[in-house]
C-alpha cells in the first residue's frame, strides 16, 4: 500500500509523485480543512478526467472535512490496474490554480509533473466532477485589437462593413421615393368625387338646355 497524504500541512500531495506496481493500492489520507482528490489527464490538471474525451473513467474521492490533523485521518482507496501515468489534483476552491495541488502516480519520460503544475496556475477554471464547463464569452468581449486567427476574424465584421450593412443607412433614403397607403386612398377618393362632381355637372347643364328650348 501506498500513502499519500493530501494536504498535511499545506496544500500539497505528499508525495507529489508515487511508483506503484500493477496491483497496489494507493491511499489517499486527509487532513484540514477539506480536501479531495480528481483524477485528471495530462495538460488538464483542474479538470475531472472523464471530461476530456470520450470513454474514460476517472475517480472522485468526495470532499473529507476535517477540523484537525488525526492519527487516523479519513481514508480513501483505489487498485492500480495498470502502468500508465495517472494525474491528480485537489478540488478545494484554489488547490488546484492558486497552489498547484496536484501529482502524479507513475510518470513516465513523456510526462512531467512540473508541466501540470505549470499548466495548472496558468488555468482559467477548474472543474469538480459532474460540473458543467463555463460558457464560453460572447465575441463582443473581445478586444478590437485582439489577434485571432483567420476563420475567427471574418466571422467577425469591423465597425467599417457593420455600418455599411446598418438597415437604418440603406432604408433611410428609400422614405421619400414612396407613399403611404392612406395618401393612395385619400387620392382615390378624391378622383372618385371629382368624376362625380363632373357627371352632375353635366347632368345640370343638359336639363338646363332642354328646359330652355321649350
Known amino acids: 500500500t501506498h500513502t499519500i497524504s493530501v494536504g498535511n500541512g499545506d496544500h ?47 475517480f472522485f474521492t468526495g470532499f473529507h472535512p476535517v477540523d484537525a490533523i488525526l492519527s487516523e485521518p479519513p481514508k480513501w482507496s483505489v487498485i492500480i490496474n495498470d502502468t500508465d501515468p495517472i494525474f491528480f489534483y485537489c478540488s478545494a476552491t484554489g488547490s488546484c490554480i492558486n497552489y498547484q495541488m496536484v501529482g502524479v502516480i507513475n510518470p513516465n519520460a ?7 503544475k505549470n499548466l495548472a496556475g496558468k488555468s482559467s477554471y ?3 466532477p ?12 473581445l478586444p ?14 469591423s465597425p467599417t462593413s457593420t455600418a455599411a450593412s446598418s438597415p437604418s443607412a440603406t432604408a433611410a ?7 403611404s397607403i392612406p395618401i393612395i386612398v385619400g387620392i382615390a377618393i378624391a378622383g372618385v368625387a371629382a368624376l362625380a362632381l363632373a357627371a352632375a355637372l353635366f ?12
Not at 40 to 57: D, N, R, S
Not at 110 to 116: I, R
Not at 130 to 141: I, L, R, T
Open 12 to 58: 500539497k500531495f505528499r508525495p507529489e509523485i508515487t511508483q506503484a506496481e500493477i496491483g497496489d493500492t494507493i491511499e489517499f489520507q486527509f487532513f484540514p480543512a477539506n480536501h479531495s482528490v480528481v483524477r485528471a489527464e495530462y495538460q488538464y490538471p483542474c479538470i475531472p478526467y472523464e471530461m476530456t474525451g470520450l470513454g474514460k473513467i476517472g
Open 110 to 116: 513523456t510526462v512531467s509533473l512540473a508541466t501540470q
Open 126 to 128: 477548474m472543474l469538480q
Open 130 to 141: 459532474g460540473e458543467d464547463f463555463p460558457p464560453e464569452s460572447p465575441p463582443s468581449s
Open 144 to 157: 478590437s485589437s485582439a489577434a485571432v486567427s483567420p476563420g475567427i476574424s471574418t466571422s467577425t465584421p
Open 173 to 179: 433614403p428609400a422614405a421619400p421615393h414612396g407613399l
Open 203 to 214: 347632368f345640370f347643364i343638359g336639363r338646363w338646355r332642354t328646359l330652355k328650348q321649350e
